[in-house]
Nanobody
Framework: VQLQASRGGLVQAGGSLRLSCAASGRLFSNYVMGWFRQAPGKEREFVGHMGWSGGRTYYVDSVQGRFTISRDNAKNTVYLHMNSLKPEDTAVYYC???????????????WGQGTQVTVSS
């Protein structure tokens, strides 16, 4: 399985940004697609995830109501829609996939390359 994340970017506080993650290879319908982020000097943090087939989602409290995960099965692509961005959302964002409905990075088997998102105040 390979994951290719889109380029992030620089956005002003209050703005929006969408990241995409295109998956290729052998994906199973019960795979979970997750998003994580890592700010400088901090550990990698779970952001949210979606069941690949069922569409069930879960988000960490800090992004609940602002971030949304969606998917396009025809394109094997998952999206992270980020709204009302805050400077504290600045981080390198990663997509990942695994077989467990989990929030720990170690439970995910495959990772995309990180992409920088910077939110200016």
């Amino acid at each position: 399985v390979q994951l290719q994340a889109s380029r992030g970017g620089l956005v002003q506080a209050g703005g929006s940004l969408r990241l995409s993650c295109a998956a290729s290879g052998r994906l199973f319908s019960n795979y979970v697609m997750g998003w994580f982020r890592q700010a400088p000097g901090k550990e990698r943090e779970f952001v949210g995830h979606m069941g690949w087939s069922g569409g069930r989602t879960y988000y960490v409290d800090s992004v609940q109501g602002r971030f949304t995960i969606s998917r396009d099965n025809a394109k094997n692509t998952v999206y992270l829609h980020m709204n009302s961005l805050k400077p504290e959302d600045t981080a390198v964002y990663y997509c990942a996939t695994g077989r467990i409905w989990a929030t720990k990075a170690s439970d995910y088997d495959y990772w995309g390359q990180g992409t920088q998102v910077t939110v200016s105040s």
